[in-house]
């Protein structure tokens, strides 16, 4: 950081409001939240024009957005900003100008902060600067203050009618509230400028520098933007009203679809952004920006930044869902999220559990990139002590293009017996087995996480290349592993058909190389060196001796 940040005399707004630590399952039930105008604004220009009163009051308190002059405009400390602003009428910022300088200290501290996001998104994260302008007094960004609705905490305008000099994009100005005091926020006085001008700016990064395509992948830029908002300022924890909602109903907030019932999926999709960070590092975001540039759909984009770290979009985000799973009051030190213990415990789709005595079976959909917790509880051997047994199903499919409403769920069904049967797979349990089968019509996109009693069966993540694998004799395929070379003690493979008949055992020390993929090996030959014939196959991957991690791949055989 610079260290001119640190020498900011506090002039801000003495109303500032102190946010509250979210700590457990209580914060399921929070209030409305503001949000984002810019996805309001979207959805708004797709439908064609407003169709209720609330959408009406938005399109009126936008004003803003047409450069209707203000009664003052200023250039940020910096030059990258021009701050728009009234100190009369319904638009007035506050007049307190403590340190007499004959600037509100309202729009001091929006000067701030806004070349604060700059330094941090631009200087230090290095994304793409936006350029010029070419609009109203000058070439900076261009900032208008109004009263916004209550349930808006800011925008950034896109416009259409301004492209830059890339390819789909545009140039846009930003909206921000004259006082951030409504009932609605909940971040209020100068922390809502904070978060506020983070999230938005960096929206306009977006539109200008890399692509202009909100409607059909809004999941990902207002995830992006979520996301700044905690690297711009880690110490307040707004993000958290989104958090709430995605732990209590993960099914329900599908990376695919954009959109649930009352807002954006991608707020509460920070948390995918967070755990792609921790698990490789900060700056895999803007290089999924950098291929987003390149191709058509966020899943392409997400898919060719993970390859290098042996991951895509669909196991990293069956390894996602787990960490999801270790939060709240099963949350293990700093494991998986490194606030996982202040976030609500995440809930299960199966409220009760279902009681397991011979076989149960549950019914269930799942969007694509989708997740939820089914538990079931059965009695160990001579005690009235229940034990929970926890599956995690994910819908890891990608192969949807564009995200959007029309997105639909995909149905499955989970078995689960006391008794072995054919096409059964098996876990460990009070010294005997559990048996369960998942069933779906596109089984190769599903993963599942068996969790016994808080304990992770299988915590090892893995990732097919190719996919499918055409077995011509020529290619080989590689199960992938998130484990370093010097890691690896022992690895045992075995491949099954879909009637669960083994095809391969695969044993040996080390990992080895394949068209630049790292993991375990397989020729495309049986147990009889002949070439596999064209199916789905399930493999066991163990490493170092662990309980092994499954998974499913297609072989199509030419």
């Known amino acids: 950081m610079l260290m001119r940040y640190l020498l900011l005399p506090l002039l801000l707004l003495t109303t500032a409001a102190a946010v509250a630590q979210v700590h457990d399952d209580d914060a399921y039930a929070g209030p409305s939240h503001a949000r984002c105008g810019t996805e309001m604004l979207m959805n708004i220009r797709a439908q064609g024009g407003p169709r209720n009163k609330f959408e009406r009051e938005l399109l009126a308190g936008t004003v803003c ?99 830059t000099d890339r390819p789909n994009t545009v140039n846009g100005l930003l909206v921000l509230d004259n006082d951030y005091s409504e009932r609605l926020y909940t971040t209020k006085g100068i922390d809502g400028i904070r978060v506020t001008s983070a999230h938005e700016f960096n929206h306009i990064i977006q539109f200008s520098r890399y692509k202009y395509e909100y409607s059909a992948e809004a999941t990902l830029y207002e995830a992006t933007a979520v996301w700044f908002e905690r690297q711009v300022h880690p110490s307040i924890p707004d993000y958290r009203q989104y958090v709430r ?123 694509p990139l989708s997740f939820g917790l089914y538990e079931v509880t059965t009695h160990k051997t001579g005690s009235t002590i229940r034990d929970t047994i926890d599956f995690v199903i994910t819908n890891g499919r990608t192969d949807y293009g564009h ?53 992770s069966i299988a915590s090892l993540a893995t990732s097919i290349f190719p996919q499918p694998f055409i077995n011509d004799g020529a290619d080989q395929l590689v199960v992938g592993v998130n484990m370093a070379l010097d890691q690896i003690r022992s690895v045992r493979l075995m491949i099954y058909s879909s009637s669960l008949t083994p095809v391969a055992d695969i044993k040996g020390t080390s990992l080895s190389e394949v068209n630049n993929h790292l993991g375990v090996v397989w020729n495309g030959k049986d147990l009889g060196n002949r070439l596999a014939p064209s199916g789905i196959y399930f493999y066991e991957l163990s490493i170092n001796g662990a309980s092994p991690t499954l998974g499913k791949f297609a072989v199509v055989r030419k």
């Open 65 to 163: 957005s047409d450069r209707t002059p203000k009664q003052f405009n200023q250039v940020t400390s910096h030059g990258h900003f021009r701050i728009h602003y009234d100190r009369t009428g319904p638009d007035a910022v506050p007049s307190v100008d403590l340190d007499g300088n004959g600037t509100p200290d309202y729009i001091d501290s929006t000067d701030f902060y806004l070349e604060y996001a700059w330094d941090v998104e631009i200087g230090e994260y290095k994304f793409d600067a936006p350029p010029d302008d070419h609009r109203g007094d000058g070439p900076e960004i261009d900032v208008y203050i109004c009263d916004l609705p209550e349930d808006v905490y800011g925008f950034a305008y896109p416009e259409e009618d301004n492209p």
């Open 245 to 367: 909602g995605f732990l209590a109903h993960p099914d329900s907030f599908a990376f695919s679809t954009n959109h649930v019932q009352d807002a954006i999926t991608g707020y509460a999709h920070v948390l995918y952004l967070d755990y792609l960070a921790k698990r490789i590092d900060r700056d895999i975001t803007r290089r999924i920006w950098e291929e987003f540039k390149k191709h058509d759909f966020v899943t392409e984009s997400v898919d060719a930044a993970l390859q290098p770290n042996s991951l895509n979009f669909e196991n990293s985000y069956c390894e996602f869902a787990t960490w999801c799973y270790y939060t709240g009051a099963r949350a293990q030190d700093e494991k998986y999220f490194p606030e996982a213990q202040v976030y609500p415990t995440m809930r299960a789709v199966t409220i009760p559990p279902r009681e397991l005595d011979d076989d149960i079976v549950i019914q269930g959909s799942l969007y």
């Open 403 to 455: 995200g959007g409403v029309g997105i639909r769920k995909e149905d499955f069904s989970l078995t689960v017996s006391r008794t072995e049967k054919s096409g059964y797979l098996s876990l460990p349990y009070d010294g005997t087995q559990i048996y369960y089968r998942l069933d779906a019509a596109s089984t190769t996109h599903f993963c599942i996480e068996r969790i016994i009693a808080g304990q």
